[in-house]
């Protein structure tokens, strides 16, 4: 906030808004909730949404009002627009807010009950695929049955390991997808997981949608057998499992974030996975309150699921040259560095890349991506996925791909069923163009001695 009347006004706004009783649970699944699309027009109106932002998070009101962002560290940027929820009594004061602040904003949903009861709708049950389909959001055992499915009836490149248990005991599938090379030779790899956010549905949606179309057309489609004869794609389906099974037990649930472990010392449950990988843990965009959305736990790799990821990657470290961390959402293709604002040394081949990636996405329906580091375009935020693959797991081409809506997008994490197939859709095209790349680049086999 730069003036003081500013600071005053601010100040007393986020007074009224706490005085209001935040008891801090959800019920009637979002019933009355309403979201709303703000569009800070100078740097006075984005420093307003980070002070609040920062308020919400420490007065742990964030099932109350939330800035929907996924990084929950917001640019300084004027004129990226930001959803936000609000619950039914803290609306009139927080439009009063905007009003005070001069912040255009318009209402975007109604009342997110009826979307989430619209995004929860089941379809009839299927025998196809392991009861897997992509007009509807599943649950974990569907994911799991789905992956079996493709082991079993794919053998020749599909094959799938249990690479350790979450916090609550699920297994975690890791399926190694690709044609083995006939002379046994090693072939280079990418890594590709999602759903480590339990609320970003569409990341897990999106993922088992693109290797199903690879899996199930290899036999049928030139291009896909061409990749997988060259190229190995590692798959961790969902890394957090826990998390994102408890979005699926009630609708009041639905936007939990974190993992589900018990902290000792704290009444809330689970960790922020993606602040808790060991490269600069806890230097930027990340807190050490339990009770937050950003939770970095208490020590790197507290979370079970992180350790399992990174042993299982680290033991195939020499083969995967490209990592893709699934996410939702903002439409951005993120390169690191996330802890801060510096740059990776090949930061123009990560950029150019990511550029003929999203400019291949782009192509079905005209969906836009922008390309930047994670601090650059949503603000920084230490210890996740992409930026441990590139420092720890040496991986050149390490990428978080926030998917559909964008920044503004008035849905949020709760996308309609009807846009998982395109989504799919598009993202496998960005994903072809980075297999080829790895293949031009790295393949045809790998000296991993
Ligand atoms: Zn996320």
Redesign the pocket.
């Known amino acids: 906030m730069g003036n003081p009347t500013g600071a005053i006004l601010l100040s007393v706004a986020l007074a009224a808004l706490f005085c209001v009783g935040a008891e801090g649970k959800v019920k009637d699944g979002f019933r009355g909730y309403k979201v709303y699309r703000v569009t800070p027009s100078n740097e006075k109106h984005a420093q307003f949404l980070m002070d609040l932002q920062k308020s919400l998070e420490a007065q742990l009101m964030t099932d109350e009002i939330d800035i929907w962002t ?1 990084t929950e560290s917001l640019s300084t940027k004027a004129d990226q627009p930001v959803v936000i929820m609000v619950s039914p009594e803290h609306q009139p004061e927080m439009l009063q807010t905007f009003d005070a602040e001069g912040l255009k904003y318009e209402e975007t949903v109604a009342d997110l009950a009826r979307l989430i009861e619209e995004e929860s709708r089941a379809d009839a049950p299927t025998t196809k695929n392991g009861g897997m389909s992509w007009t509807q959001y599943h649950n974990y055992s569907t994911i799991e049955s789905f992956v079996q499915w493709l082991t079993v009836n794919y053998p020749t490149i599909v094959s799938t390991s249990v690479i350790g248990q979450s916090y609550e005991g699920r297994n975690l599938h890791l399926s190694k997808v690709g044609k083995p090379r006939a002379d046994g030779k090693t072939k280079p790899a990418v890594w590709f997981d999602s759903q ?2 339990a609320r ?1 549905w569409i990341a897990s949606a999106t993922l088992t949608y693109m290797m199903n179309e690879l899996i199930t057309g290899y036999s049928s489609n030139s291009t896909y057998q061409r990749l997988l004869d060259q190229v190995d794609i590692y798959v961790l389906w969902v890394i957090n499992a826990d998390g994102f099974e408890w979005t699926k037990t009630s609708s009041n649930e639905r936007l939990w974030r974190t993992t589900r472990r018990v902290n000792p010392f704290a009444a809330c449950l689970g960790a922020d996975p ?1 602040r808790n990988y060991d490269h600069k843990w806890m230097v930027s965009g990340a807190v050490q309150s339990p009770c937050t959305q950003t939770y970095a736990g208490a020590f790197p790799f507290s979370e079970i699921e992180n350790l399992h990821h990174t042993e299982a990657y680290l033991a195939r470290r020499k083969e995967i040259k490209c990592l893709l961390t699934f ?2 959402f903002s439409q951005v293709w993120l390169t690191p560095w996330g802890y801060d604002n510096s740059l990776p040394a090949d930061y123009p081949e990560l950029y150019d890349l990511g550029v003929r990636a999203t400019n291949a996405l782009r192509v079905p329906y005209g969906t836009v991506y922008r390309v930047g580091s994670s601090t650059a375009l949503l603000g920084s935020a230490a210890g996740a996925t992409d930026d441990w693959g590139k420092a720890k797991g040496m991986t050149k081409y390490s990428y978080t791909v ?1 998917l559909r809506p964008s920044s503004g997008g008035s849905n949020g994490f709760i996308l309609p069923p009807n846009q998982i197939i395109p989504s799919g859709i598009e993202t496998l095209r960005a994903v072809i163009v980075v297999l080829q790349q790895i293949i031009d680049e790295f393949g045809p086999i790998l000296n991993t001695e």
Do not use: A
């Open positions: 996924d480590i956010h970003e993606n996410h939702s926030e």
